[in-house]
């Protein structure tokens, strides 16, 4: 059974640092690996995703400079390393899973999801 388990997220100030973790399990192929994020009222938006193939990165503006998307095939975990936090991250913070195609940016198009970590940041 496939499944995805987000943890990290939590309550930080301006300029903190958190690092989420997702937890892969069931999966037998390469996959997309994605980051996302919504926060309330507004839509789900990528932030960033990783190929377990061959690491290859991308990046939305959103997250370019302050977000490092990372991960450890060993022990089947994507990691979101976050950067000088600011409000306008305060989100529901989502790992997604695409199987055996290439990384794309629409939420709608990765087949498996966690159940999300929530990110708060206070000024």
């Known amino acids: 059974q496939v499944q995805l388990v987000e943890s990290g997220g939590g309550s930080v100030q301006t300029g903190g640092s958190l690092r989420l973790s997702c937890a892969a399990s069931?999966?037998?192929?390469?996959?997309?690996m994605g980051w996302f994020r919504q926060a309330p009222g507004k839509e789900r938006e990528v932030v960033a995703t990783?190929?377990?193939?061959?690491?290859?990165?991308y990046y939305a503006d959103s997250g370019k400079g302050r977000f490092t998307i990372s991960q450890d095939n060993v022990k089947n975990t994507v990691y979101l390393q976050i950067n000088n936090l600011k409000p306008e991250d305060t989100a529901m913070y989502y790992c997604?899973?695409?199987?055996?195609?290439?990384?794309?940016?629409?939420?709608?198009?990765?087949?498996?999801w966690g159940q999300g970590t929530q990110v708060t940041v206070s000024s």
């Open positions: 997604a899973a695409r199987v055996g195609l290439g990384c794309v940016v629409g939420a709608e198009r990765y087949n498996y």
């Open positions: 069931g999966f037998t192929s390469n996959r997309c």
């Open positions: 990783t190929h377990t193939s061959d690491g290859t990165t």
